[in-house]
């Protein structure tokens, strides 16, 4: 009922893929006995730090990638640094070093205090000119970057007295920290060294132990089930679930936190790790409930990396569906990889796992991922592209009016999943996400239709007008299934509704949106007689949903006359719940209220000032 039946398979193509299975998935025979030894051939663009390596070497090979990566924003470039267990820098000689786009930095411990680094990993604004006096030095592009599965030391032994003190992590969206913990100094969520503080429109942490934290500039941020020793600062929308020590909310909007004392539903990503004797495997972490504070050892189930296919780009699909069919999981190592037709995950408790910004570009108008109607499917670690061809969806999970099987235990989970349309070149998508099935977490994403890019457009009005007819993508995340939830749900700049959930009993913990900057006229911009599309859309017939802490922004650039009626537009029944939601008017266009005509308008005479609905419906 639901599921996709297996696929006739010849007898040569079953020989093929054992063979391939039996040869490390696809390596050749040397690396495929290196594989055997305990050391998997990841490709090029993965480097793997052993605590015996001269730190000076590590220091140099980190610093190099730094460099190329810094400005690199729609570069095709991706890497991952693994540490194996031990400790990296001393005291007096600190390893201290800065993530550049597309870089991962990740421990291979079992847990994270088996890999230290005395010293810093960071991320510093910006800086977009070379104008001396105007060099505009900013965290609001800091994209796509992860750190996970480490613990820090912060020393700053040797850095200038305004970075010295503490471990600068200023990033904005696509950006992940998952079972990290800071000791020895303060983590700092803004860059105020850097020409001063500025912006930033972060971000996500998860499963980590957190020092003072300052958040700073930061517009909007999700934490959820960590511990964290004291929190300052609140832009405009800071969510926390499940966390130790998280900030009371009762003064909401000011200061503008929401607080929930535990996760409705969690699990945490997938990691790799090197077990005691030497051999790489995955652990994957089962699905939890009402959970709160770290858990760094709690259920789950560890698979041999044997047992996964290790793609590189190049790869034919064919091979990687034969792989899975063949009861594979999947690896994505970092790289591009053209999809020309769907990668179709249709086995239940398949793990597609992406390392160092794996992104998947779609060709011909395909659907990178296809996900069947099965339970505990876990896509993680994945970008995925759009093409220049008009792809119907990017995502799928689940077929619309399936038979599917659920289980609410063993919820399919995407984690740190992101898509693009449009920014490294054209991009052309109706949908980027669509999720039927039942029961599916959403654990942390960014879908986005890219406000900026390379595609050689004309820069000004003309160029905005251009990219709204060819960087094409509708809608951004569309929920159907029942009893699905989003913990971190960022969707940007698309050009219908930006989310539009139809299904029952849904929940998101934190939204942010901002809506498309180009519309070139208000014709452009109206869903029938109403002025604009609201960036957060519950269904019509749906009964019950709950929001905590969403924010919808708007930015009209080329057409500052443009208004949007509603933020946020849901049904007016009492199962339908908004717990702190704003708008905010970035200087162009105007939303003219919070949610269903309620809530002052968020005109000019509100740049940067959010307007705040503390519930709707209110309470009584």
Wanted: glycine share 12%; hydrophobic share 35%.
């Amino acid at each position: 009922m639901g599921r996709t039946p297996l696929r006739r398979i010849t007898a040569g193509a079953l020989a093929l893929g054992l063979a391939l299975a039996a040869a490390g998935a696809g390596s050749s025979p040397a690396a495929a006995a290196t594989a055997s030894a305990g050391a998997p051939n990841l490709g090029a663009n993965v480097t793997v730090f052993d605590p015996s390596m001269p730190l000076a070497d590590i220091q140099a090979k980190l610093d190099a990638t730094h460099a190329a990566q810094v400005n690199n924003e729609m570069g095709t470039q991706r890497y991952a640094f693994l540490f194996k267990p031990g400790t990296y820098g001393t005291a007096e000689k600190p390893l201290q070093f800065q993530v550049g786009y597309y870089t991962e930095i990740t421990g291979l411990g079992a847990n994270p205090g088996d890999v230290v680094i005395n010293g810093k990993v960071e991320v510093y604004n910006r800086c977009l000119s070379t104008d001396p006096a105007n060099p505009n030095c900013i965290a609001l592009v800091n994209f796509w970057r992860t750190i996970s599965n480490l613990t820090v030391n912060v020393n700053g032994a040797g850095q200038d007295g305004c970075r010295a003190g503490a471990n600068f992590w200023a990033v904005s969206q696509a950006v992940s920290m998952r079972r990290v913990q800071f000791t020895g100094g303060p983590l700092t969520l803004m860059d105020y060294c850097t020409a001063g503080p500025q912006y930033a429109s972060g971000g996500f942490i998860a499963n980590s132990k957190l020092p003072a934290t300052t958040n700073g500039s930061q517009q909007q941020w999700l934490t959820r089930n960590s511990e964290v020793a004291s929190w300052s600062n609140a832009v405009w929308n800071q969510v926390f679930a499940g966390v130790t020590g998280a900030p009371d909310d009762s003064a909401f909007p000011n200061p503008p936190y929401t607080t929930l004392d535990t996760t409705p539903v969690s699990r945490e990503k997938p990691y790799l790790f090197v077990d005691g004797s030497g051999r790489y495997q995955v652990r994957v972490p089962a699905a939890q409930r009402n959970t709160s504070g770290v858990n760094w050892s709690g259920p789950g189930r560890t698979i041999p990396l044997s047992d996964f296919y290790i793609a590189k780009p190049g790869d034919s699909v064919t091979k990687i569906n034969l792989a899975l069919a063949l009861g594979k999981h999947l690896l994505l190592t970092p790289g591009v990889y053209d999809i020309a037709r769907s990668i179709e995950v249709w086995r239940p408790n398949t793990v597609v796992l992406g390392i160092g910004h794996a992104t998947l570009t779609a060709v011909n108008g395909s659907t990178p991922i296809d996900v069947a109607d099965v339970p505990g499917v876990i896509v993680a670690g994945v970008t995925i592209d759009a093409g220049t061809k008009e792809s119907k969806v990017l995502l799928r999970v689940g077929k619309k009016h399936g038979l599917g099987i659920s289980s609410p235990s063993n919820p399919t989970t995407l984690s740190d999943v992101y898509f693009r349309v449009g920014g490294p070149h054209i991009g052309k998508t109706d949908t980027a996400l669509e999720v039927n099935s039942d029961d599916v977490l959403i654990d942390h994403t960014w879908v986005w239709r890219g406000d900026h890019g390379v595609e050689g457009f004309t820069e000004g009005v003309n160029g905005d007008t251009d990219r709204w007819r060819t960087n094409t993508g509708r809608y951004g995340a569309v929920i159907n299934g029942d009893d699905v939830t989003a913990t971190g749900l960022f969707v940007e700049h698309f050009q219908k509704y930006n989310t539009v959930w139809n299904g029952e009993r849904g929940t998101t913990v934190l939204y942010q949106n901002e809506l498309p900057y180009d519309p070139p006229t208000q014709a452009d911009w109206m869903n029938g007689k109403v002025k604009g599309y609201a960036g957060y859309k519950v269904g019509d017939r749906v009964k019950k949903h709950t929001l905590y802490g969403g924010g919808v922004y708007v930015f009209n650039q080329n057409n500052p006359s443009i208004e949007t009626e509603n933020g946020f537009e849901v049904p007016q029944t009492p199962g339908v719940k908004l717990h702190h939601i704003m708008t905010v008017n970035l200087s162009a266009g105007v939303i003219n209220h919070v949610v269903n005509g309620v809530g002052e308008a968020a005109d000019m005479t509100k740049v940067g000032q959010p307007v705040y609905v503390t519930d709707y419906p209110a309470a009584p």
